[in-house]
């Protein structure tokens, strides 16, 4: 795709998230956004959400890397659909590296403009497969 200035604002996400700069990456959300932390499991809030990084980077030992391989943005008004290939790599406490690609969708809304992240689903449509339960 040609370039798109979402990709910059996931960019930013994923260096934030790799640095552990949960506050840089608030910036980077609605206030009313919605997490998915894993099929089944969703948060909404950006103190919800901010703490669910903090709990991921626990769980995956303060090692996860993320990048962002193929993107396609889909854009109507002020709100932008991305489809991306998220590679997502860490390192277990037995230091085995694990590599993982999912297919994410992420929902923006441009506010002031500002696009600020509204749905963070790195899991894509494999949602589809699972039960949903929402925390709120």
Not at 51 to 61: H, M
Request: hydrophobic share 45%.
């Amino acid at each position: 795709m040609a370039f798109h200035e979402l990709k910059t604002v996931i960019d930013a996400a994923d260096r934030a998230i790799m640095a552990e700069d949960f506050d840089a990456l608030m910036d980077l959300y609605d206030e009313q956004a919605t997490l998915v932390i894993r099929p089944g499991l969703e948060v909404s809030g950006k103190e919800k959400i901010g703490k669910a990084f903090v709990a991921i980077a626990d769980y995956f030992n303060h090692s996860l890397k993320i990048t962002q391989d193929r993107m396609q943005v889909v854009e109507g008004g002020d709100t932008a659909l991305v489809l991306a290939e998220a590679v997502l790599e860490t390192t277990g406490a037995d230091g085995v590296v694990s590599k993982i690609t999912r297919r994410a969708t992420y929902v923006f809304r441009r506010l002031d403009g500002k696009w600020l992240c509204v749905i963070d689903n790195s899991y894509g449509t494999d949602l589809l497969d699972e039960g949903r339960t929402t925390e709120t």
